[in-house]
């Protein structure tokens, strides 16, 4: 059984720092791609960022880039999100997600992290 597991979230002043974690267990990831998502109240789900398993090919949402960054430890099979410069825009539920299709790596989702970012 696959599990990914979120771990970082919390309450955060504008202009601070979050680094996120992604925990991947269950299977062999090594031809997969990790994306982050995220979702605010009354909104839907939106693309962050995605990375492929060997850490090629990091993408991001025009609304992060340059201040967030992903990367991935494949000794560890965890992910991360590093989140500057966060911005009250940034507050939501923030998910990790793994599959095999890089257009679409969303085979596989965790619980989610709240990220909430105070003015």
């Known amino acids: 059984q696959v599990n990914l597991v979120e771990s970082g979230g919390g309450l955060v002043q504008a202009g601070g720092s979050l680094r996120l974690s992604c925990a991947a267990s269950?299977?062999?990831?090594?031809?997969?791609?990790m994306g982050w998502f995220r979702q605010a109240p009354g909104k839907e789900r939106e693309f962050v960022a995605k990375?492929?398993?060997?850490?090629?090919?990091?993408s991001y949402a025009d609304s992060v880039k340059g201040r967030f960054t992903i990367s991935l430890d494949n000794a560890k099979n965890t992910g991360y999100l590093q989140m500057n410069s966060l911005k009250p825009s940034d507050t939501a539920v923030y998910y990790c997600?793994?599959?095999?299709?890089?257009?679409?790596?969303?085979?596989?989702w965790g619980q989610g992290t709240q990220v909430t970012v105070s003015s």
């Open positions: 269950g299977r062999t990831f090594t031809r997969h791609v």
């Open positions: 990375i492929r398993w060997n850490g090629n090919t990091p």
């Open positions: 997600a793994a599959g095999l299709l890089y257009n679409s790596p969303t085979q596989y």
